[in-house]
T-cell receptor
């Protein structure tokens, strides 16, 4: 099964700086996804990261603000750039649930970001 | 287009009461997965169940049970004899089974179980 490790688990950052969040999967997966959960809200897909190609971003999210790397089939990073307090959210990575056969959680532990 | 609706924004019950959380979904696919997640105040998503669209059997796991009704596109979640530790936000989610499909989440239901 896919065990997903995400770090950091939380961080407090100054506005204008950038934070890179790492997501490590213990098995090879082709598709990885990044979500944002703003305070009191549901989860919203930021982008889909496919190994070997550019990430595909959802409406309202742009590469300059949320650059994503996917260097191999077990790892991805999401950077939150030039942060403002509005970026304070929980960020989660996940894998394609249709491709993970065993009944397991499909999400990392999340990164709770506070921008001050 | 996929959509998940959880009409109950917040529910409060007294400990030991039964509570049902509603989930209605929309999809054009005939093959899809439905999920329930629990999110305690710590923020981590706790996986509860995955159900594929071809398995309409209801499931029971301890105090939890799920009622999947394709005819009404609903996947409701019941907690029997609720406990204070059940207090959390619960999300229903949908994923179409085509390769590379992400989750679509409902807005969540905040459950408060009072002692």
């Amino acid at each position: 099964s896919a065990v997903i490790s995400q770090k950091p688990s939380r961080d407090i950052c100054q506005r204008g700086t950038s934070l890179t969040i790492q997501c490590q999967v213990d098995s090879q997966v082709t598709m990885m996804f990044w979500y944002r959960q703003q305070p009191g809200q549901s989860l919203t897909l930021i982008a889909t990261a496919n190994q070997g190609s550019e990430a595909t971003y959802e409406s309202g999210f742009v590469i300059d603000k949320f650059p994503i790397s996917r260097p191999n089939l077990t790892f991805s990073t999401l950077t939150v750039s030039n942060m403002s307090p509005e970026d304070s959210s929980i960020y989660l990575c996940s894998v394609d649930p249709g491709r993970v056969r065993r009944t397991e959680a499909f999400f990392g532990q999340g990164t709770r970001l506070t921008v001050v | 287009a996929q959509k998940v609706t959880q009409a109950q924004t917040e529910i409060s019950v007294v400990e030991k009461e039964d509570v049902t959380l509603d989930c209605v979904y929309e999809t054009r696919d005939t093959t899809y997965y439905l999920f329930w997640y629990k999110q305690p105040p710590s923020g981590e998503l706790v996986f509860l169940i995955r159900r594929n669209s071809f398995d309409e059997q209801n499931e029971i796991s301890g105090r939890y049970s799920w009622n999947f009704q394709k005819s009404t596109s609903s996947f409701n979640f019941t907690i029997t004899a609720s406990q204070v530790v059940d207090s959390a936000v619960y999300f229903c989610a949908l994923s179409e089974s085509n390769y590379g499909q992400n989750f679509v989440f409902g807005p969540g239901t905040r459950l408060s179980v009072l002692p």
